[in-house]
């Protein structure tokens, strides 16, 4: 991290594998700069305080809402969003999982949900539709996808919801 | 017997077809199209519910780095007053969150910042904050929605005098806010010249924005372009309520003459981009001993701001679901200083629903009958309002197949007999109505030499299908894959398409494709026909299909594939455009219906109310998809279990400013609040409405508070006429 002045300062971001010398604001929320500095657009902003998780990234595989996360922050931290989820081309078992089961409307709360999701199960949590459900509710829908996200996450988890 | 779908998803049916790019967050919203060298800007926002401006200093965030411009009524362009709110167009403030300036910036962080240095000096004048204060100043709108303020037939005050038995109740609905997931943005490019624009934003309604964007800047529609390509939800707050802020956007973009955003803040979406009106519903019932409705009448009293009358069309389910020969209905509005109404997912219906199919359940009570029966013996076999046949009425069949699929027959009538353990469960139900609306469409139908059929339509998704069901609709005329079909809708560039509103696009869209793409399949089997090549050549139409991407004998092997008939016939591709209209004087009253059946687990010691499971069913017309129209329904659901349980928006009545604008504060129902759903929906095939479509994107929202609120009263004795219902009103 260099300081460059008038509250800016360079900051490397490990985002999907990639290193990204980003300079940005100090207050600068990790979510902004990944939509305006690294134009990685598929996180969402809905709220920009914390309440509904559109902006849901994994941090060292843990999920948090980027947009109460500051940028200057997240040095030497492995960043992954909804566009590195994918394996090449081949794409993650939940993003199937929430095509067929169309676990989505609008897809705004999408790339939150997906992101919650794939830390939900890596905390051992994806147990029951019961777990899912109380541990998914951070992420806020208002189309109503909410049994359709819960079904393709049961489905990928193994479990019947 | 009417066939039945039941919710499981077949897997023939095709999947959302924008899916795979939307999983991948690689779907561009309007804020995320990247414009170069665009600035952005931010609002100063009024603190008073009702006051004028004595002087505004921006001298400070004037001289701020970064900061381009400060926009005041002093120095905003005067736009053509359209059916709006003109910002910034005189110094008088009509409610707290009301817009005073603009910043433009070089960044977002820039205009925030200088947004704080702004001071503006207010004489605060009186207001009026809520219905309550004003409601000796009541009065009569022109219109409730699409419909008449005041209806009135037969003789209800005779004949609730003379009535067996007569409920009056007051139930009261609350301000919500649409609340989309993705905050309202615009981007306005000018021209160099100043002579045209192009707008970016999140859009219900290209097309009205491209006219009142045109109205408002004295241009021609020809120079304005919206596109709307990607919508994050809009459930009414993305088409006319948004203009008030969509046209500050452009207009600062025209001052400062470079592009601009402006991105709305979530509290922003709270006061500037509408709001469903809080209603005062009085329903009075008058009834025979066997269940016969003999009267009715409902009146409102609900919210408008002080500057533009909106009435939702509360009484609707009222004038028509019911046979009731004296009916007599009406809406007031009250001026608040407070944000502007406007429709919002099931407007009237919603609000309206919720104190009729609650006010039947009392009578039921009452009367000690099945809440369902009641129902049943007051089908109306025509519509009395208006005095026409039904195009076609499916309340009975889904009121069959819901209560059966729920086991409703096994329902106590007894109040707080099911229990478990320190909770006690009740069932409660609802019918549900919703009218069909139609506008113009026109759509262009396109198959390129190399086999690609493109659909074009000025339309818009904004979660609800719109991409998918256009596809389909060629997939199926020209008997190809709807896999590869090309879509493009969202852009004023486009043949002009339907409101995404209304739950009217489908119904409006589907008749033009469908006529767009059956002339193209005219050409290409009469280029078959006609062209001594093809091994079809000489066959009649009726001896031709398309299927499989191929056009074939109906018997035998002879088959062509469509690429290469266009290919070698028609190099340039084939094109056909269609436009539809609906009928100016219908001949059919035409609704969608739905029967909703809910268990409630109310906990007797704190009152928590959780919904266990909904079983709908719906007969809506032709359903194109079933697996995106279950979604829809749910969708519906889903805002009907917030009406119940968890919305409202609240006012500080001292200061006229809302208290919870925010995520947090205004509840919405998360994962944790859903019960299992039952969703059916029943095959309608009705001869009278073009392309058999009745639109389904309201009507689950209609009835669902009813019902959640019926089982509730059925667990507790508890009858709750105020929503949300709240842990203590259970206790």
Not at chain 1, 105 to 115: E, N, R, S
Not at chain 2, 247 to 268: C, D, F, N, S, W
Request: proline share 5%; with cysteine; aromatic share 4%.
């Amino acid at each position: 991290m260099t300081d460059h002045g008038d509250d800016q300062v360079m900051v490397t971001l490990r985002v999907n594998g990639c290193d990204h010398e980003v300079v940005a604001d100090v207050c600068a929320t990790l979510l902004d700069v990944l939509r305006d500095g690294l134009s990685l657009t598929g996180t969402k902003k809905g709220c920009d305080m914390g309440a509904c998780g559109a902006c849901t990234v994994l941090i060292d595989g843990r999920r948090i809402k980027s947009c109460l996360a500051l940028a200057v922050m997240q040095d030497d931290k492995d960043i992954l969003t909804i566009e590195g989820l994918a394996s090449g081309e081949e794409p993650h078992a939940l993003q199937r999982a929430f095509v067929e089961h169309d676990a989505l409307q609008c897809g705004y709360c999408t790339p939150g949900q997906i992101m919650s999701a794939v830390g939900l199960m890596q905390e051992g949590r994806a147990t029951s539709g019961a777990s899912i459900r109380e541990f998914m509710s951070g992420n806020l829908c208002r189309c109503g996808a909410h049994p359709h996200i819960v079904a393709a996450i049961a489905q990928v988890a193994g479990i019947v919801p | 017997m009417t066939a039945v779908v039941t919710d499981k998803n077949d897997d023939r049916v095709p999947t959302r077809i924008e899916a795979g790019i939307k999983v991948k967050g690689a779907a561009r919203f309007a804020a995320e199209i990247p414009i170069q060298g665009v600035m952005h800007a931010a609002l100063v926002q009024a603190p008073l519910a009702s006051a004028r401006i004595r002087h505004i200093d921006a001298s400070k965030a004037r001289a701020q780095p970064g900061v381009v411009s400060v926009i005041t009524h002093e120095a905003m362009p005067r736009l053509n007053q359209g059916a709006f709110l003109a910002l910034l167009r005189e110094p008088r403030v009509h409610f707290a969150g009301q817009p005073v300036a603009v910043v433009v910036a070089e960044t977002a962080t820039h205009a925030r910042r200088a947004v704080a240095l702004i001071n503006v000096d207010y004489e605060a004048l009186p207001a009026i904050t809520s219905v309550t204060q004003g409601s000796s100043e009541a009065f009569a709108p022109k219109v409730a929605g699409r419909t008449s303020t005041d209806s009135r037939r037969g003789e209800p005050e005779g004949a609730m005098a003379a009535a067996e038995v007569t409920i009056e109740k007051r139930y009261t609905t609350p301000t919500h806010n649409h609340l989309a997931l993705e905050p309202q943005c615009v981007i306005a490019v000018w021209d160099r010249d100043g002579a045209g624009v192009t707008v970016h934003t999140g859009s219900q309604a290209v097309f009205a924005h491209r006219k009142a964007i045109a109205d408002g800047f004295g241009l021609s529609v020809g120079r304005v372009r919206v596109v709307s390509k990607y919508l994050g939800g809009g459930f009414g707050s993305k088409g006319s309520a948004w203009l008030p802020c969509l046209m500050l956007g452009i207009a600062a973009a025209r001052h400062v003459g470079r592009p601009v955003k402006l991105e709305l803040t979530r509290a922003q979406m709270f006061t500037l981009v509408g709001r469903r009106q809080e209603t005062i519903q009085t329903l009075k019932l008058g009834a025979m001993r066997d269940g016969r409705l003999v009267a009715m009448t409902h009146d409102t009293v609900a919210q408008t701001s002080s500057f533009a009358d909106y009435a939702d069309p509360v009484a609707t389910p009222t004038r028509v679901l019911y046979a009731c020969p004296n009916v007599a209905t009406s809406h007031r509005l009250v001026r608040v200083n407070a944000p502007q109404p406007n429709p919002m997912r099931a407007p009237g219906e919603g609000p309206g629903s919720f104190a009729l199919e609650s006010a039947l359940d009392e009578l039921a009570h009452v009367l000690k009958m099945d809440p369902l029966a009641l129902r049943l013996r007051n089908y109306a076999e025509r519509d009395q309002h208006v005095d026409l046949p039904w195009s076609s009425n499916g309340l009975r069949d889904c009121c069959r197949v819901g209560a059966q699929s729920f086991g409703w027959a096994r329902r106590p009538i007894a109040i707080g007999t099911m229990r478990d353990g320190h909770h006690v469960l009740g069932w409660g139900m609802a019918a549900a109505c919703y009218p069909v609306y139609r506008m113009a469409s026109e759509a262009v139908v396109r198959i390129e030499a190399n086999g690609t059929v493109r659909v074009r339509c000025g339309t818009q998704d904004m979660g609800s299908g719109t991409y998918t069901v256009l596809a389909q609709l060629a997939a199926e005329a020209l008997g190809v894959p709807v896999d590869g079909i090309d879509v493009e809708l969202g852009d004023t560039a486009l043949p002009e398409g339907p409101y995404s509103g209304g739950s009217m696009a489908t119904a409006s869209f589907t008749p033009a494709v469908e006529a767009a793409a059956g002339r193209v399949r005219q050409r290409l089997i009469d280029l078959v026909i006609e062209d001594g090549e093809s091994p079809l050549h000489g066959l009649s139409a009726d001896q031709l299909v398309l299927s499989d991407g191929y056009i074939r004998a109906g018997t035998g092997n002879a088959a062509e594939r469509l690429a290469d008939v266009v290919a070698r016939r028609a190099p340039d591709g084939i094109e056909a455009f269609a436009d539809a209209a609906p009928d100016a004087a219908p001949r059919y009253s035409s609704y969608g219906y739905g029967a909703i059946f809910a268990e409630v687990r109310v906990d007797v010691d704190l009152g928590e109310v959780r919904v266990v499971r909904l079983t709908a069913a719906y007969a809506a017309g032709r359903i194109l998809n079933r697996r995106l129209a279950r979604s829809q329904f749910i969708g519906g659901i889903v805002g009907g279990i917030g009406m119940a349980l968890h919305e409202t928006t609240i006012m500080d009545e001292r200061l006229g400013r809302i208290v919870n604008d925010n995520l947090a504060d205004y509840l919405i129902p998360v994962h944790a609040d859903m019960p299992a759903f039952d969703i059916h929906m029943i095959d309608e095939d009705d001869p009278h409405l073009a392309g058999g479509i009745k639109g389904i994107g309201m009507l689950g929202t209609v009835g669902t508070a009813a019902a959640i609120a019926n089982a509730v009263f059925h667990a507790t004795g508890r009858r709750i006429r105020d929503l949300p219902i709240r842990l203590e009103h259970c206790l």
